[in-house]
C-alpha cells in the first residue's frame, strides 16, 4: 500500500502547472497592434458620420429656434417640426447604439483569429514541455490548457444520489 502511494505521489509531483496573463500576451502580439490600427480607422469613420449627422441636426434645431422667434411658425407647423426634429433626433441616437454594436463586432472579428492563434501556441507549448495545467492569470479561476481527464461528474453525481 505504501509502495502504491509512493508511485501515486511521484506521478502527481511530476504534473507541472504553469501560468500566464493572457490578455497581457494577446495585447503584446504584433496582431494585435494592427488589429488595434484598422478597428480605431473604422472607429473614426463611423463617429465622423455620426457627428456630421450632430451637426446637420443641429443646424436644423437652430433654424427652427430662429424661426419660432421670428414668429413667422404657426402652432401646427410648431408640432410637425418638432416631430420631425425628435424622429431625427431618435434616428442619431439609433445610430449611436448601432455604432456601439458595429465596433463590437468588428473588434470580435479582428480579435478572433488572434486570440486562437494564442490559444494555439499555448496549448502546443504546454504539451511539448509536460505541462498538465495552464492558468491564466488575468481571469480568475481560468485554465487556458489541461490535459485530457476523466469527467469525475457521473460518478460524484451517483455517489451523491443525484439523477
Known sequence: MTLLSIGITSAMAQTKY???????LVAQMTDTKAADS???????????????????????????RQDIQGGGVTPKVQQEREAALGKERDG???YEQEVQQKL??????????????????IEEYAKANGYGMIFDTSVFNSVLFAQETEDLMPALKAKLGIN
Do not use: D, T, Y
Request: cysteine-free; charged content about 30%; aromatic content about 8%.
Open 38 to 64: 484598422q478597428l480605431e480607422a473604422f472607429q473614426k469613420q463611423l463617429v465622423s458620420k455620426g457627428e456630421e449627422m450632430a451637426k446637420a441636426f443641429q443646424g436644423k434645431v437652430e433654424k427652427f
Open 92 to 94: 442619431i441616437l439609433k
Open 18 to 24: 504553469g501560468h500566464i496573463n493572457f490578455n497581457g
Open 104 to 121: 463590437g463586432a468588428k473588434r470580435q472579428e479582428l480579435l478572433q483569429p488572434i486570440v486562437e492563434k494564442a490559444q494555439k501556441a
